[in-house]
């Protein structure tokens, strides 16, 4: 795992989230907690070529956008990695936030590293190892995390709610996803 504080310079990276805001379709989507309908604790965009479904919620593709398209190109520089899809996600205060979890689902290559830019407003970043102890990292505004490939196999990671009021904060995970691109088969008759 590399943190790599100050990834995109203070003004970059104003810029960036900036366009982001606008440019992104953002939803706060449900999703079901003991039998009932609840909001997730954030919002969210999946950009890929194809849709794709985690935790009972299917994500619609969205088309990459030029500020999305150059952030890659610098991300997949200091990762040394090629991306193929990118999950933006949206804290809009301290409330917000993402439990526990594995970025391991079957989709997701374990060959490759998951880059995760952080944009606006400081959080922390917990992650553990198994049900060992807990690390916190502070991500502040343009820094970049590269967990390394494989790394989701055994460790879990989160962004807690906060105990301390904050800003809104956006983060781009990217990742390598494993598509299924088989097309139906056409008889020649």
């Known amino acids: 795992m590399r943190l790599i504080p100050g990834f995109l310079a203070p003004a970059r990276a104003d810029e960036t989230l900036a366009r982001l805001l606008v440019e992104l379709p953002w939803a706060r989507r449900t999703s079901k907690m003991y ?4 909001p997730v604790p954030r919002m969210e965009v999946w950009i890929a070529d194809h849709p794709y479904t985690y935790s009972g919620r ?3 593709a969205t088309s990459w956008t030029q500020t999305l398209l150059r952030v890659k190109v610098e991300v997949e520089a200091a990762a040394g990695s090629t991306f193929n899809s990118v999950l933006a996600n949206r804290y ?4 917000d936030s993402v439990g526990w979890h594995a970025d391991n689902e079957p989709e997701m290559s374990n060959e490759y590293p998951i880059a995760s830019l952080s944009l606006g407003a400081k959080r922390n970043f917990q992650l553990r190892r198994g049900s060992g102890p807990v690390q916190t990292i502070e991500l502040g505004h343009g820094s970049l995390l590269v967990m390394g490939a494989g790394m989701q196999k ?6 807690p709610k906060s105990k301390s009021p904050c800003g809104l904060r956006v983060n781009l995970t990217f990742r390598w996803m494993i598509f299924s691109t088989a097309a139906p088969t056409l008889s020649r008759g």
């Open 58 to 60: 299917t994500y619609q």
């Open 154 to 159: 055994e460790w879990k990671h989160q962004v």
């Open 35 to 38: 039998g009932k309908d609840a």
């Open 92 to 95: 809009e205060n301290e409330r």
